[in-house]
C-alpha cells in the first residue's frame, strides 16, 4: 500500500464546508439529503466545475440522475441555489451559485445572536427588577415586563431608565413605571437622550408654574426627575 500517496489524495481532496451550513442547515429549512447537495454544489465549484451534470452528482449521492435533477430544482425554487450566466473569455455559459444559500446562512446566524442578546437583555432586567423590588417578581410583573419589551418595543434602556425614576422619586411600583414609559411612547421618546430632555422640559414647566402660586400653596403635582445622573 502507498500511504504517501494516499495521504497525498486525502489533502488534495479536501474541501472547506462552512461551519455555518453545519450548524444551522436545519434553521434555514434544509433536511440532510438537500444539505449533502448543496454541499457536493460547492464541492464541484471549489474544484472549477461551475455547472456539474445530475450523472455528476448522482454518482456521489445515493440518488439517480433524474432525482438529483428534481431536488436542484426545488432548491432553486425555494431560494438556496441559483443558476447565472457567467462570461468567460466572451463565451457564456451556465454555472451554479451558492449566493442565495449564504445569504440565508448569515441572516439565520445574525437573527441567533440578537435573539441571544435580546435574552440577555431581559435576564438583565429581570435581575435588575428583583434587586430594586428587593424581591422575586410576581408573574404578573413578569408578564407585565415581557409585555413592555414584546408589544410595547421598549428598549431595555429606557425600561431601566424608568425603573431608576420610580426608586428616586420613592414610587417603587409597576403602575408608576408604566406611566412613565406611557408617556415617553406617547411623545415620541425613543431613546435615553430624548428621555433626559423631555424630563427637563417637564421641570421646567413645573418651576414657571410653582413661581405663580402663592407661597403657601403646595403644588399638586410632583416634581420628576425622569432619569437622574448617568447611566
Same mark, same amino acid.
Request: charged share 30%; glycine share 4%.
Given at each position: 500500500?502507498?500511504?504517501?500517496?494516499?495521504?497525498?489524495?486525502?489533502?488534495? %481532496?479536501?474541501?472547506?464546508?462552512?461551519?455555518?451550513?453545519?450548524?444551522?442547515?436545519?434553521?434555514? =429549512?434544509?433536511?440532510? @439529503?438537500?444539505?449533502?447537495?448543496?454541499? @457536493?454544489?460547492? *464541492?464541484?465549484?471549489?474544484?472549477?466545475?461551475?455547472?456539474? &451534470?445530475? !450523472?455528476?452528482?448522482?454518482?456521489?449521492? *445515493?440518488? $439517480?440522475? &433524474?432525482?438529483?435533477? !428534481?431536488?436542484?430544482? /426545488?432548491?432553486?425554487?425555494?431560494?438556496?441555489? %441559483?443558476?447565472?450566466? /457567467?462570461?468567460?473569455?466572451?463565451?457564456?455559459?451556465?454555472?451554479?451559485?451558492?449566493?442565495?444559500?449564504? +445569504?440565508?446562512?448569515?441572516?439565520?446566524?445574525?437573527?441567533?445572536?440578537?435573539?441571544?442578546?435580546?435574552?440577555?437583555?431581559?435576564?438583565?432586567?429581570?435581575?435588575?427588577?428583583?434587586?430594586?423590588?428587593?424581591?422575586?417578581?410576581?408573574?404578573?410583573?413578569?408578564?407585565?415586563?415581557?409585555?413592555?419589551?414584546?408589544?410595547?418595543?421598549?428598549?431595555?434602556?429606557?425600561? /431601566?431608565? #424608568?425603573?431608576?425614576?420610580?426608586?428616586?422619586? =420613592?414610587?417603587?411600583?409597576?403602575?408608576?413605571?408604566?406611566?412613565?414609559?406611557?408617556?415617553?411612547?406617547?411623545? =415620541?421618546?425613543?431613546?435615553?437622550?430624548? #428621555?433626559?430632555?423631555?424630563?427637563?422640559?417637564?421641570? *421646567?414647566? @413645573?418651576?414657571? *408654574? %410653582?413661581?405663580?402660586? +402663592?407661597? $403657601?400653596?403646595?403644588?399638586?403635582?410632583?416634581?420628576?426627575?425622569?432619569?437622574?445622573? =448617568?447611566?
Amino acid at each position: 500500500m502507498d500511504v504517501k500517496f494516499l495521504v497525498k489524495l486525502i489533502e488534495n %481532496s479536501t474541501v472547506s464546508v462552512p461551519s455555518l451550513l453545519i450548524e444551522y442547515y436545519h434553521k434555514i =429549512g434544509l433536511d440532510e @439529503q438537500e444539505c449533502m447537495m448543496l454541499i @457536493q454544489v460547492h *464541492s464541484f465549484l471549489a474544484k472549477g466545475d461551475d455547472f456539474p &451534470t445530475f !450523472d455528476d452528482l448522482a454518482k456521489r449521492m *445515493s440518488l $439517480d440522475g &433524474t432525482d438529483c435533477a !428534481d431536488l436542484l430544482r /426545488k432548491l432553486i425554487q425555494r431560494g438556496y441555489l %441559483s443558476i447565472i450566466q /457567467k462570461n468567460d473569455q466572451q463565451l457564456y455559459a451556465e454555472a451554479y451559485s451558492l449566493d442565495p444559500l449564504w +445569504e440565508k446562512l448569515i441572516r439565520a446566524a445574525y437573527r441567533s445572536e440578537t435573539d441571544m442578546s435580546v435574552k440577555d437583555n431581559e435576564n438583565t432586567l429581570y435581575t435588575l427588577f428583583e434587586t430594586e423590588f428587593g424581591r422575586p417578581l410576581s408573574p404578573i410583573e413578569c408578564e407585565t415586563l415581557a409585555m413592555w419589551m414584546d408589544q410595547d418595543r421598549h428598549s431595555p434602556v429606557l425600561i /431601566k431608565a #424608568a425603573l431608576r425614576e420610580a426608586v428616586v422619586s =420613592g414610587k417603587l411600583n409597576f403602575r408608576y413605571i408604566d406611566r412613565i414609559l406611557f408617556d415617553w411612547k406617547k411623545n =415620541g421618546i425613543k431613546t435615553l437622550e430624548q #428621555a433626559k430632555a423631555h424630563g427637563e422640559r417637564i421641570r *421646567s414647566r @413645573q418651576i414657571r *408654574s %410653582s413661581e405663580k402660586r +402663592e407661597p $403657601d400653596e403646595t403644588p399638586k403635582m410632583p416634581t420628576y426627575n425622569w432619569l437622574g445622573q =448617568g447611566e
